[in-house]
């Protein structure tokens, strides 16, 4: 039997109404990654919320770029030898999808993320400026075996709050967990069936879609999540690394759905960088589709997305 409780999962990218556990379910709520994250599951398995919450923070010590001394600061720092294993996978899974990118997904875009820094600035960069730190972007420049990234400095900004929820639905899924809605800032994993509502990026407070999900992870990727605006133009977090500013690609969303929450974080950035052909790149992943949102509101998915996951839209 169906219930539908309204779980609305703050300042996130999608809204899930739980199925299953109705009314018994308790939402647990803490700040890592930069995001809040929110965890909901059955009362009697309240206590593994904590679980989560200190995974959570042990993988901020890998994989922050901004934490003085966590891994990846001593990586980018020149101050480390060898990798832990969660970072290799990590950089080496990015380093996979930048291959089949073309390099539209790049982590080594980290001087540009702090150039950027669309939490603080208020007007774009120079030129020059862009152009300089630009130079230092490349993925083939890195390497984890033998370990060296030369000059260059990572950003996993695009992948890491994936990786992280799949360690937790796994553990979850270990401790017997039947029904959870883990949400690392728009990274949701689903253990039990749920129908999840994707926001609509021209008024994020509203829905735009819904779907029904399965034991999957959903991720969206868009321009409205963090972003200042200069002269009416809007400057975003998610740049292009063939040209050095906000990627431009004429979609206002992409949600990627997959078994595995990384994967789905990793390529909602990805196509969002490439536009509406790099829905294509779906296709090198078991069980993996994606929603794309264009600037004009038009709906592209992959093949029989609507039957799949029963999309339904919502009437503006
Ligand atoms: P997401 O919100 O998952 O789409 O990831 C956006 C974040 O990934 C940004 O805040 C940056 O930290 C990083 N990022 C931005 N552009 C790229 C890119 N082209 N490839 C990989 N990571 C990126
Ligand atoms: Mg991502």
């Not at 832990?84 to 291959?99: A, H, Q, T």
């Amino acid at each position: 039997m169906k219930k539908i409780t309204a779980i609305i999962l703050t300042i996130l990218l999608i809204i899930s109404f739980c199925g299953c556990s109705g009314t018994s379910s308790v939402t647990k709520q803490s700040f890592h990654f930069d995001t809040v994250i929110s965890i909901s599951t059955d009362k009697k398995d309240i206590k593994k919320s904590e679980d989560a919450f200190r995974l959570c923070s042990d993988l901020e010590n890998i994989f922050s770029r901004t934490k003085e001394g966590s891994e990846l600061w001593l990586l980018n720092n020149k101050k480390l030898s060898s990798l832990s294993s969660d970072l290799k996978n990590v950089i080496d899974f990015s380093l996979y999808v930048s291959s089949l990118t073309d390099g539209a997904f790049d982590i080594t875009i980290a001087p540009l993320s702090d150039l950027w820094n669309v939490k603080e600035r208020t007007i774009p960069p120079k030129e020059e400026e862009i152009k300089k730190h630009l130079s230092r972007v490349d993925y083939k420049k890195i390497s984890t075996n033998p370990l060296d990234i030369k000059d260059a400095a990572i950003d996993l900004g695009a992948v890491a709050k994936g990786y992280a929820a799949d360690l937790i639905t796994t553990h979850f899924r270990d401790e017997g967990v039947k029904n959870a809605i883990i949400d690392l800032g728009g990274n949701v994993c689903l253990i039990g069936e749920y129908t999840v509502g994707i926001r609509d990026p021209f008024n994020p407070e509203a829905l735009y879609a819904k779907i029904t999900l399965k034991d999957k992870s959903a991720v969206t990727s868009g321009a409205y999540q963090r972003y200042f605006e200069h002269e009416g133009v809007r400057y975003h977090h998610i740049i292009d690394p063939r040209t050095g500013n906000c990627a431009d690609s004429a979609l206002a969303s992409v949600t990627v759905i997959s078994p595995s929450s990384m994967q789905a974080d990793a390529l909602s950035t990805a196509i969002y960088v490439l536009g509406e052909d790099g829905i294509r790149i779906c296709n090198n992943f078991p069980d993996t589709d994606a929603l794309l949102i264009t600037e004009n509101g038009d709906i592209i998915t992959t093949d029989g997305f609507k039957e799949k996951y029963q999309l339904e839209l919502f009437e503006k």
